[in-house]
């Protein structure tokens, strides 16, 4: 053999008594087969086989295989993002003429996918109240095929009534999806408690450091599996060994950095509440929370994600405030180790006038890992700060 072959073809090495803890980061496109035989036959291998990379690596299923079990689904998909964990279950279960119905407290870039590119399919989406339970029955039509949930709502909180929802969905023939990143599998499980389909970012609190970008998409039936996975492999859609790699990481402290987080959250929310800028807190924990009984009656907990709504004065002096912040960061997304605050613009993004609509500033909080009283001091400057009177300019806005 010349130098150049065995540059490529390498000696085999055992991996008798190698038993690491860690999961294995398996890259591949190709995956090679023992005759040819067994290659023409690799459709047979079926959708729990391995065919090529881009369907699946023993990396990419160990994660599939926990979260499932987390959810009590029977299975999971990963995809590029939480964004796609939204989207492609709608392309994969709409055509035209048909309706999904999304909560006004909806993802932000899930109105515009709904608005831009599925009506252009001939696919309609109808917003609803997020605090509607069981009256969305009367809204269901026959051409409604999807009722989405996403609880609580974003930026604004509302606990929806998923099992309310999910029965009257189910006794007309929707299916019911749920985004529950803000939860994840550790304070609610959406499948038991009635939704056919569970999308989250994995991107926050499974991934947990902000350096990844990862979807999952739970089912509840194999039906529901096989149509979903019909199309992610027509579109092509599939993930990194790598991102599933720093997600299995990321998972494994996930219950811990949480019981921090959402401790620490629901102290301050309780704390924020008596300051002078703070209109209204926002956190599922506080009785004030639209939604706060269902909060109660369905999850385990709260993660450390809430918002905070400001007196109308306080507008003209954010920007300042939030310059004033050394523990906290300025940015979009959330769960990571890092505390974040962005200031949020919902006015805007909000078609339905209900029980829950702010009109003012609104500021969204994310718990990171640091110590308490850090948090709290840099958050007590932060406040404060919004009733003094410096000079300020125009408020700084982040959508979601
Ligand atoms: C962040 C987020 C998403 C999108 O996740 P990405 O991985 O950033 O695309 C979807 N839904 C909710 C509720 C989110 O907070």
Known sequence: MHDSTRCVHRPEVSLEGFDSLSVPTYRASTIVYPNTESFSRRKERGADGYAYGLYGTPTTRTLEAQITALHHGVRTHLVPSGLAAVTMPMIA????????????????????????????????????????????????KGNTRLVWVE??????????????????????????????????????KPLDLGADIVAEALTKYVGGHSDL?????????????????????????????????????????????????????????????????????????????????HWVRDFQGASGVFSVALKPEALERLDDALGQLSIFAIGA?????????????????????????????????????EDEEDIQNDLQVFFDSLLHDPASRGPLVIRC
């Open 333 to 369: 997304s959330w769960g990571g180790t890092r505390s974040l605050i962005a200031p949020l613009s919902l006015g805007s993004e909000r078609s339905i006038t209900s029980a829950s609509t702010l009109a003012g500033p609104v500021v969204r909080i994310s718990v990171g890992v």
């Open 213 to 293: 970008l990862l979807g999952s998409i739970t089912v509840r039936d194999m039906e529901l599996r096989t149509r979903i996975r019909d199309v992610l492999r027509l579109l092509g859609i599939g993930v990194s060994p790598d991102e599933a790699a720093l997600a299995l990481r990321g998972i494994e402290t996930m219950s811990v950095r949480l019981r921090h987080i959402g401790g620490v959250a629901e102290r301050l929310a309780h704390r924020l509440r008596e300051h002078p800028a703070a209109m209204k807190v926002l956190h599922p924990a506080l009785p004030e929370c639209p939604g706060h009984e």
């Open 151 to 188: 609880s609580p709502g974003s930026g604004s909180m509302e606990v929806q009534d998923l099992p309310a929802i999910a029965r009257e969905a189910k006794a007309r023939g929707a299916l019911v999806g749920c985004d529950n990143t803000w939860a994840s599998p550790l304070l609610c």
């Open 93 to 140: 279960l709409l055509g035209p003429g048909d309706e999904v119905m999304i909560p006004d407290t909806v993802y932000g870039p899930v109105r515009a996918f709904c608005a831009d590119f599925l009506a252009q399919r001939g696919i309609h989406h109808r917003v609803y109240d997020p605090l509607i339970g069981g009256r969305i029955g009367d809204l269901i």
